[in-house]
């Protein structure tokens, strides 16, 4: 499946060959630690093949970025940061980021949308925040994305074995202003180089809709915020999104303000469907971990 190509069960000879050794050089450095009678890998196939497939399968490339993003990792104590994490604080910012809408795209991606608009009337709230805690919130909403979202959908069914590890996102422009979106610019390309540079290949289809008449003269500026692989990645759409949608998200699932049937909006929590319901019940609060 082209959709899937360079993820696991989709491998050239070639591909393979790159993880091997991508595999090796990690060891060599101890960023990895292959699995063992007692224990599982340090890192699974699906994360060591997103830096691969940044770096277009280029091992030593590969390894450059994972080792950055250890340094990164380590600097900013990722781990402990999302053990930690004030569940009441985790909840309350969700609305300054990407919602994940409790859906998923024809092949199992989760599907999540930003309306900036929605964003924009809270602004004040969010300034209010410390620059540094703002980043420790955005380090643990990826984290939830990474740890909970992509394995739940990748133990759902989908329209393939492939572990899911990347998600659908609508970005919706509709009522934003220029002044609200040259406000709001630092915030979110402080968010976009953060996945860019430590959550690679997590972004696999951007659908920007209602995009207002000035879009084009920021469009350059902002598509400095994404490597090129993001940039390729990324849809703009017109007031009527629906039809191109369509052609990636089930109508049941897709919501109505976008062409869908599905009665979600922005401000609300993930509306799981009947499968993740079956799986877990109810969407948990806070930093998780799905768990097979």
């Given at each position: 499946?082209?959709?899937?190509?360079?993820?696991?069960?989709?491998?050239?000879?070639?591909?393979?060959?790159?993880?091997?050794?991508?595999?090796?050089?990690?060891?060599?450095?101890?960023?990895?630690?292959?699995?063992?009678?007692?224990?599982?890998?340090?890192?699974?196939?699906?994360?060591?093949?997103?830096?691969?497939?940044?770096?277009?399968?280029?091992?030593?490339?590969?390894?450059?970025?994972?080792?950055?993003?250890?340094?990164?990792?380590?600097?900013?104590?990722?781990?402990?940061?999302?053990?930690?994490?004030?569940?009441?604080?985790?909840?309350?910012?969700?609305?300054?980021?990407?919602?994940?809408?409790?859906r998923r795209d024809k092949d199992g991606r989760p599907l999540?949308?930003?309306?900036?608009?929605?964003?924009?009337?809270?602004?004040?709230?969010?300034?209010?925040?410390?620059?540094?805690?703002?980043?420790?919130?955005?380090?643990?909403?990826?984290?939830?994305?990474?740890?909970?979202?992509?394995?739940?959908?990748?133990?759902?069914?989908?329209?393939?074995?492939?572990?899911?590890?990347?998600?659908?996102?609508?970005?919706?422009?509709?009522?934003l202003s220029f002044g609200a979106m040259w406000s709001l610019?630092?915030?979110?390309?402080?968010?976009?180089?953060?996945?860019?540079?430590?959550?690679?290949?997590?972004?696999?289809?951007?659908?920007?809709?209602?995009?207002?008449?000035?879009?084009?003269?920021?469009?350059?500026?902002?598509?400095?915020?994404?490597?090129?692989?993001?940039?390729?990645?990324?849809?703009?759409?017109?007031?009527?999104?629906?039809?191109?949608?369509?052609?990636?998200?089930?109508?049941?699932?897709?919501?109505?303000?976008?062409?869908?049937?599905?009665?979600?909006?922005?401000?609300?929590?993930?509306?799981?469907?009947?499968?993740?319901?079956?799986?877990?019940?109810?969407?948990?609060?806070?930093?998780?971990?799905?768990?097979?």
């Open positions: 499946m082209e959709e899937f190509a360079g993820h696991v069960g989709h491998l050239t000879p070639e591909q393979s060959v790159a993880l091997s050794e991508f595999k090796a050089k990690l060891s060599e450095s101890n960023l990895y630690t292959p699995a063992s009678d007692d224990s599982p890998a340090s890192h699974d196939d699906p994360t060591l093949l997103r830096f691969l497939r940044a770096r277009r399968f280029d091992p030593t490339k590969a390894k450059k970025q994972f080792a950055d993003t250890h340094m990164w990792r380590t600097k900013h104590d990722v781990d402990k940061l999302f053990k930690e994490f004030d569940p009441v604080e985790f909840e309350d910012a969700k609305r300054f980021y990407p919602r994940w809408t409790g999540y949308v930003y309306r900036i608009a929605s964003v924009s009337k809270v602004q004040q709230e969010l300034n209010a925040v410390p620059p540094e805690r703002r980043y420790q919130r955005i380090i643990v909403l990826y984290e939830v994305m990474t740890r909970f979202v992509l394995p739940l959908c990748s133990k759902l069914p989908h329209s393939t074995t492939t572990p899911i590890s990347s998600v659908t996102t609508i970005i919706d422009l509709e009522d610019r630092n915030h979110l390309q402080e968010a976009s180089r953060l996945a860019t540079a430590n959550y690679p290949e997590t972004l696999h289809t951007i659908a920007v809709v209602n995009s207002p008449s000035y879009f084009p003269k920021i469009w350059d500026w902002i598509k400095a915020w994404f490597d090129e692989g993001t940039r390729k990645k990324i849809f703009v759409l017109g007031k009527d999104p629906g039809p191109m949608l369509y052609n990636i998200i089930e109508k049941k699932d897709l919501p109505k303000v976008y062409g869908g049937e599905l009665e979600w909006v922005y401000e609300d929590g993930p509306l799981l469907d009947s499968d993740t319901v079956e799986e877990i019940g109810e969407m948990p609060k806070g930093p998780v971990v799905f768990t097979v």
